[in-house]
């Protein structure tokens, strides 16, 4: 399983506020089928491929030039372990057993 984190940030809107452009974004990703879980930085998502991974990077980056925004910034972290399946709650839980000893 690969762990992805994508933060996108809309540049040269007519206001500051930036929700509307994440909430598409975030419809872009649960389109593609997968579950994103939100967080006040970015979405963490899983999936079983690389190459889901960059349509989701496109599909984000590109919702955000479609409403409207003159510039886009999109980063996207991949986590890809291949000597074991691991997921984002298995990843959590284990930081949380580790920090307890």
Request: proline content about 2%; cysteine-free.
């Amino acid at each position: 399983m690969i762990i992805a984190e994508i933060n996108v940030i809309p540049i040269g809107t007519k206001t500051i506020s930036v929700s509307k452009y994440v909430a598409k974004a975030v419809d872009e990703l649960k389109r593609l089928g997968l579950k994103p879980e939100l967080t006040a930085m970015g979405s963490i998502f899983e999936a079983e491929d690389m190459s889901l991974i960059l349509k989701a990077f496109e599909s984000v980056h590109e919702s955000v030039f479609k409403q409207g925004a003159e510039r886009v910034v999109t980063t996207l972290k991949i986590d890809e372990r291949r000597d074991k399946k691991g997921t984002i709650k298995q990843k959590v839980l284990s930081i949380n057993f580790d920090s307890k000893l």
